[in-house]
């Protein structure tokens, strides 16, 4: 059974046991477990990720299955699920658990994903997509936060502090809690203040870096390599500015299946794309096809997790996928 995101709430959990939470838009999900499911479910949290389970599977269904006095009911979270988890999806369903509420979390599935089809044609499973947030949706979002804090901002700065985030709705949330505690300390909140406050990708030029890297132009890219020196958050920023400008271009890809004028796509497309940042979309519109954009976007996902977890050689893991997608 499908239920929207806006739908989802407690008398759903009270409802159902067996959830699966898919989509790309990773704030909007961990605010719905953080604000929704948590505070509804057991305290007795278990968190696992898909490879935990299938690396021991027996184990697994003995911590669902067996109960005792202390641990009557359980609340599991399933990380980075995939098909791969249909056949124990199935066999805990068979089993109707009803002391333990389960959640899946992934990325965005396709249509033809069999964990997907199974939750949407069960009535007694929930399914829930995330999608990424529009302009608008991202907008309301901001403007509520400083209705609620009492912070006068004008609509300009709201459209400057969503485009300077690149309409990553975890990056959104950091940025306003700086500019809350900025305004506390100071009455002043003006657009230079704002400006000084967000993240400013150009001081390290990851914005250059990005558009050169995914217009393939190899020279500049690896010239703005050789003059910075990134950090570890750095390297994450690049790949996750890059991870959003692949989805802004996947899209555009789609929208042009449809409609054969570029710059009618690009006029139209929201946040808006500005005249300067026009020619670059549009070579990278020419370079990459949806097929490259489709792997490359799963690809770079995976390329974050290694970096997160083997510190000690992430410039090294950043370098190498760089320079292996530069030809």
Known sequence: MIIKHLDFKKNIIDNFNFFLFHGDNEGLIEDKINKVLIPNCSKNLHRYDESEVLNNVENFKENIYNKSFFDSDKFIIINKTTDKLIGIVKDINVKKINDVKILLVSKLLEKKSKLRNFFEKNNNLVVTPFYDDSFQSLFFLTQNYFFKKKIKISTENINLIIEKTNGNRLLLKNELEKIFLYSERNKDLTTANIKKLIKNFDNIGISNLTDNFLVKNKKKTLNLLNENTLS???????????????????????????????????????PIIFWKDKEVVKQQLKIWSLKDIETSIKKISNIELSIKKNTQVSKQIFNNYILENLS
């Open 232 to 270: 570890l958050e750095d390297n994450i920023s690049v790949i996750r500015n890059c991870l959003q400008q692949l989805k802004k271009l996947r899209i555009l890809k789609k929208e042009l299946l449809t409609t054969k004028s570029i710059d009618e796509v690009l006029s139209k497309y929201r």
